[in-house]
Nanobody
C-alpha cells in the first residue's frame, strides 16, 4: 500500500508564490513518474506538470515559465514551486505518482486547495 500526502496549499494574492510538496510512503520499490494535476471550479482535472525518474519535465502551456517541478528521489517527494500566481490558477491540486511496489500502480493524493485572490 502506498500513500501520497500533499502539503503547501493555501490562500495567496495575485503575483504571489506557493510551494506544494507531495511525499510518497509505504511499500515502495521504485517511484517512476511523479506529477501534479489540478481541478478548478466547474472544470475537468488537468495536467499541470510531471517529472520522470530521470529528471525529464513537462509543463502545461498555461504554467510554463511560472511553475517549476522538482523531486527528491531519496525522499520519494515531488515539489511544485508556483510563482506569479494568477486567479485562474485557483484549483485543488492533486499529486500523482506511478509506483512499483513491486507491481506497477498509479496513485493519487487527497488534494490540496490553492486559492489566488485578485
Amino acid at each position: 500500500q502506498v500513500q501520497l500526502v500533499e502539503s503547501g496549499g493555501g490562500l495567496v494574492q495575485t503575483g504571489g508564490s506557493l510551494r506544494l510538496s507531495c511525499a510518497a510512503s509505504g511499500s515502495i520499490f521504485r517511484v517512476n513518474i511523479m506529477g501534479w494535476y489540478r481541478q478548478g471550479p466547474g472544470k475537468q482535472r488537468e495536467l499541470v506538470a510531471f517529472i520522470t525518474s530521470g529528471g525529464y519535465t513537462k509543463y502545461a502551456d498555461s504554467v510554463k515559465g511560472r511553475f517549476t517541478i522538482s523531486r527528491d528521489s531519496a525522499k520519494s517527494t515531488v515539489y511544485l514551486q508556483m510563482n506569479s500566481l494568477k486567479p485562474e490558477d485557483t484549483a485543488v491540486y492533486y499529486c500523482n505518482a506511478d509506483v512499483d511496489s513491486p507491481h506497477n500502480m498509479n496513485y493519487w493524493g487527497q488534494g490540496t486547495q490553492v486559492t489566488v485572490s485578485s
